[in-house]
């Protein structure tokens, strides 16, 4: 596709449900990014890719956060047992990683709102 | 631990006027990227302008430029014949050369602009 998308762009969960994030990063960019947003704030790490490898999940603040990229092209952002602070917008991002074309480009986000 | 500082959550600045968006960071690495990203309402995050730590001319796009002064780690974002459009949040991002790639981001900035 033309960019990074994601879906779903709204998830309402109940405190305790389990979600999936979906991003579809641009064709042919090897890495790919997730960051967290809560509001007001800047984005922040969560978690990094380099095709299917996932090579970097320092940011992730839980065990009941879970990233995946199994083909190395479309990646699932799961939370498990969802907790209000969990309430965020996720990023995902994906780049080239090439010598002259390094910068990352982001996705719409899926703003998730647990109650 | 790498940091980028923004310290002006809010700025206003009149259409066709030009405003100066701040940002310093923290790193001890010699060579590294910095970038300037535009966050609307829709939440897309838009890449502004793009900086290479090594080199020394500032970067500029169209009305945007930026101020690099690599020795007191500011890294500032010019916006000239401030349009409308340009009213968003702003994120001044630190990324390593090498490592896991991630943006280490600042708490952004508002930038409103007035008719």
């Known amino acids: 596709g033309a960019g990074v998308s994601q879906s779903p762009r709204y998830k309402v969960a109940k405190r305790g449900q389990d979600v999936a994030l979906r991003c579809d990063p641009i064709?042919?960019?090897?890495?790919l990014f997730w960051y967290q947003q809560a509001l007001g704030q800047g984005p922040e790490f969560l978690t990094y890719f380099q095709n299917e490898a996932q090579l970097d999940k320092s940011g992730l603040p839980s065990d009941r956060f879970f990233a995946e990229r199994p083909e190395g092209s479309v990646s699932t952002l799961k939370i498990q047992r969802t907790q209000q602070e969990d309430s965020a917008v996720y990023l995902c991002?994906?780049?080239?990683?090439?010598?002259?074309?390094?910068?990352?480009?982001f996705g719409p986000g899926t703003r998730l709102t647990v109650t | 631990a790498q940091t980028v500082t923004q310290s002006q959550p809010e700025m206003s600045v009149q259409e066709a006027e030009t405003v100066t968006l701040s940002c310093t960071y923290d790193?001890?690495?010699?060579?590294?990227?910095l970038f300037w990203y535009k966050q609307p309402p829709s939440r897309q995050m838009i890449l502004v302008i793009r900086?290479?730590?090594?080199?020394?001319q500032n970067a500029t796009e169209n009305r945007f430029s930026v101020n690099f002064q690599k020795a007191a780690k500011s890294f500032s974002l010019k916006i000239s014949d401030s349009q409308l459009g340009d009213a968003a949040m702003y994120f001044c991002?630190?990324?390593?050369?090498?490592?896991?790639?991630?943006?280490?981001f600042g708490t952004g900035t508002r930038l409103k602009v007035l008719a």
């Open positions: 991002a630190y990324r390593e050369i090498s490592g896991t790639y991630k943006y280490i």
């Open positions: 900086q290479e730590a090594y080199k020394q």
């Open positions: 790193t001890s690495e010699s060579d590294y990227y």
């Open positions: 991002a994906s780049s080239l990683m090439s010598a002259t074309s390094y910068e990352q480009y």
């Open positions: 064709s042919g960019h090897v890495s």
